[in-house]
């Protein structure tokens, strides 16, 4: 399919080219400027200055629109890597709440099996990500504490074993017995490790980070807070140069303030807004389950059932990335970076996505002026769009 966008708001990595042109074709990002494209602007569609932003990419998503990626099923993690196709991610990284090593394993192969059979014009999987079971029982928050357990190499080499090459990133807490020896071994796995639902002082957490580890889940979130004369995982993050850390952006897992204080630290380019959303994100208030857990969904935040623990959220990646733009005044270009950049190149696969530059795949969102999704093209099609977009 090809397809000219003209008139409209372009992010890209220079600036925002206001009132430029894209043009894709056969599935990639064939060319884009400023002014007209050319005497083919016939066949264009004109966006009068709706925003157009590179694919949403999400390093922690538990599920969405009733469909759970710890499941057994390719076709129900696909189902809920479509349901946030809707809301502009493009590319997805499948979470798994900690479980029994048989589920795990289970989830494991149905992810491997759900991202080798996606492609363009839906949600693509770009593999998994497991949050557990290697943390630590004090910060487990919704996880539930008979399926965690201390890093172990024979149980994370069986998880290797059947995610086959698709085991992109494991959140562990490096304080635990073996714990820096598993960052190690991860990385030379190729997975990405980060540090998260971890007591992990100033120390542990910067011997994991020379061991090897990139990424902190959720900062803020599952480990203690900043504390001036004990600085734990959190102030170290910051500090490094080579850590990035991911952010729920809902209002409700960070004060806006504290969001602010995160990027205003690091910025952008190391900020990688997450949703870590749950299987009955925009199922509406109610009675739900994350893993083996039940939740209760009051006012839009998910709550264990009966106590006040936080349990991921009903956040989508076009909320997060809106929030960040208008509510922290971040702007379109900085909300792009963090909502898309920065976690394809905590994946390695910034070659392909995360911006509107020639050659990379043709993954973008359209936007009306309040930043809310209008359309959305995943490898040059179009899986959301409005009369105007459909060619």
């Known amino acids: 399919m090809d397809v000219l966008l003209t008139d409209a708001r372009i992010v890209a990595p220079a600036g ?33 200055r709706r925003w157009v932003v590179p694919g949403f990419v999400d390093l922690h998503v538990h599920g969405g629109g009733g469909s759970s990626m710890l499941s057994a099923d390719p076709d129900e993690i696909a189902a809920a890597a479509a349901f946030h196709a809707s809301h502009g ?41 497991l949050e557990g079971p290697f943390i630590n029982p004090a910060r487990a928050g919704a996880h539930d504490r008979r399926h965690l357990r201390d890093p172990d190499p024979s149980t ?58 990139t990424l902190v889940t959720h900062l803020f979130n599952a480990m203690p807070p900043i504390d001036h004369r004990a600085p734990g995982l959190a102030t170290t993050a910051l500090l490094r140069a080579d850590a990035s850390c991911e ?37 509406g208030d109610g009675r739900h389950r994350l893993g083996p857990a039940e939740i209760e969904i009051r006012d839009g935040v998910a709550r ?23 509510d922290l005044g971040l702007g379109a270009a900085a909300a792009s970076t963090a909502a898309s950049a920065t976690a394809s190149r905590v994946l390695g696969i910034d070659e392909d996505v995360g911006a509107l530059v020639a050659g990379l795949a043709a993954d973008l969102v359209v936007l009306d002026d309040e930043l809310r999704v209008e359309a959305v093209m995943i490898g040059g099609e179009w899986t959301r769009s409005g009369r105007l977009f459909d060619r």
Do not use: C, K
């Not at 099996?113 to 839906?122: K, V």
């Not at 059947?162 to 992109?168: K, Y």
């Not at 980060?194 to 100033?202: F, P, T």
């Not at 264990?304 to 997060?320: E, I, R």
């Open 16 to 48: 925002v080219i206001d009132g430029g042109w894209l043009r894709a074709s056969g599935g990639r990002i064939a060319g884009l400027g400023p002014g007209e494209p050319g005497a083919d602007a016939a066949d264009a569609v004109q966006l009068a």
């Open 89 to 129: 991610t493009t590319r997805t990284l499948a979470s798994l709440v900690s479980a029994s090593l048989d589920e795990t394993l289970a989830g494991l192969a149905a992810v491997r099996d759900a991202a080798r059979a996606s492609g363009a014009g839906s949600g693509t999987i770009v593999g998994s990500h």
């Open 156 to 213: 994370f080499d069986r998880m290797l074993e059947a995610a086959d090459g698709t085991l992109r990133v494991i959140t562990l807490a490096p304080e635990l017995p073996g714990g820096l020896d598993l960052v190690r071994r991860a990385v030379d796995a190729g997975v990405v490790v980060a540090l998260g639902h971890s007591e992990a002082g100033r120390d542990v957490a910067a011997a994991a980070f020379d061991a090897g580890a």
């Open 247 to 283: 952010l729920i952006n809902d209002g409700v897992h960070l004060h806006d303030d504290t969001s602010r204080l995160a990027f205003a630290a690091v910025g952008p380019e190391r900020i990688a807004l997450v949703t870590d959303a749950i299987p009955a994100t925009g199922l």
């Open 304 to 326: 264990l059932a009966g106590s006040t623990t936080l349990a991921g959220s009903t956040l989508t990646m076009d909320a997060a990335f809106r929030r960040a733009a208008m």
